[in-house]
């Protein structure tokens, strides 16, 4: 048996295996299987790979950028993000590849209009990296928010998010809020509206429609949730391993 899966601290909410096995059943491969694997460090993880007998996995939140110094080799995307979320196994060796960036893009670029030049982008761990590296390709502006800015150069807090809103009109979250179990929250500040012009991008698949595209769709903003992101980068990933 063929053995993929997914690493990652907490893994309650991943549709990952679902789509797998769905996938698996409805094209007639009966010899592999995905499993979800709940890790609380990547101490020994190259070791844990091989008596697992892993061809290949997934990583997802917190380890993105963690697992890059245990990898053997990587791939010029890798290389340019400082992020993986897809590891191929070939002859022991890790192999890291993003398929995030490409699935972000491909996903992205039908709903963009000629008013989306610059972005907001919603968090500053590995999946925003993937996001940032997309709209250098795209030739659109951005600025990372977070919550502790602290000076760091493109950086900026979300009082000051606040205030670029009304004249930037694509925001991306990258951040876990609003992903379940805790439905109820939102990264964003609920008494910033958008507008019309607004697109906003949640990477954050479960639920559907997280708290964050509800306050963007009362306000007449386009939305767009990660199921069609999560299933891109997935077949990516499979387009790698098999």
Not at 180 to 192: F, H, I, K, R, V
Request: glycine fraction near 8%; hydrophobic fraction near 40%; include cysteine.
């Amino acid at each position: 048996m063929k053995k993929y899966g997914l690493i990652g601290k907490k893994l309650g909410h991943s549709w990952s295996k679902k789509w797998f096995d769905t996938m698996f059943a409805s094209t007639g491969i009966n010899d592999a299987q995905y499993c979800l694997y709940e890790m609380p460090n990547l101490e020994g993880l190259p070791h844990w790979v091989a008596e697992e007998g892993l061809r290949g996995f997934n990583v997802t939140i917190p380890y993105k950028e963690e697992i890059i110094p245990l990898l053997d080799d990587m791939d010029e995307v890798v290389q340019a993000i400082g992020a993986t979320n897809c590891v191929e196994v070939t002859e022991g060796r890790l192999v890291g590849h993003n398929t995030d960036a490409p699935a972000f893009e491909q996903t992205l670029r039908p709903l963009l209009k000629p008013w989306h030049t610059r972005a907001l982008i919603l968090g500053t761990g590995g999946a925003s990296k993937a996001v940032a590296f997309t709209l250098r390709r795209l030739g659109i502006d951005y600025a990372f928010v977070s919550r502790s800015p602290q000076g760091r150069p493109n950086i900026i807090g979300y009082a000051e998010a606040c205030r670029q809103v009304p004249d930037t009109f694509l925001i991306v979250n990258c951040t876990p809020v609003g992903m379940y179990p805790n439905t109820e929250a939102s990264p964003w500040p609920t008494n910033q509206p958008f507008t019309s012009r607004h697109l906003c991008y949640d990477l954050i698949y479960n639920p559907a429609q997280t708290r964050f595209l509800q306050s963007a769709k009362a306000c007449g903003a386009a939305w767009a949730g990660g199921l069609a992101m999560l299933e891109r980068q997935a077949q990516l990933s499979w387009n790698i391993w098999k």
